[in-house]
């Protein structure tokens, strides 16, 4: 098993930036990848970014240029880094990890931009 714990989310003025923090139970190493996801209120989960092997990663358009997802390995951890932040990025942010068939989430934390 794996469990996925976040942290960093909080109330921020728009422009303003959030570091979001995932630590795995264990080594991330040998994840096939890790990500982050978002839910906003009456809305669907949408996929964020994504990190896996040698360090690759992919972003959604709607935040491509303003956010950068990173991962150290000696900690375990997956992190988002969001600069820039608009209203409209308020949501839940959740991490997700896949290892083979399987597919681990953590239980979220909340991101709300607003002044």
């Known amino acids: 098993q794996l469990q996925l714990v976040e942290s960093g989310g909080g109330l921020v003025q728009p422009g303003g930036s959030l570091r979001l923090s995932c630590a795995a139970s264990?080594?991330?190493?040998?994840?096939?990848?890790m990500g982050w996801y978002r839910q906003a209120p009456g809305k669907e989960r949408e996929w964020v970014a994504t990190?896996?092997?040698?360090?690759?990663?992919d972003y959604a358009d709607s935040v491509k240029g303003r956010c950068t997802i990173s991962r150290d390995t000696a900690k375990n951890t997956v992190y988002l880094q969001m600069n820039s932040l608009k209203p409209e990025d308020t949501a839940v942010y959740y991490c997700?990890?896949?290892?083979?068939?399987?597919?681990?989430w953590g239980q979220g934390t909340q991101v709300t931009v607003s002044a």
């Open positions: 997700n990890a896949l290892q083979g068939a399987s597919d681990y």
């Open positions: 264990r080594s991330i190493s040998s994840l096939n990848r």
């Open positions: 990190i896996a092997s040698f360090a690759y990663s």
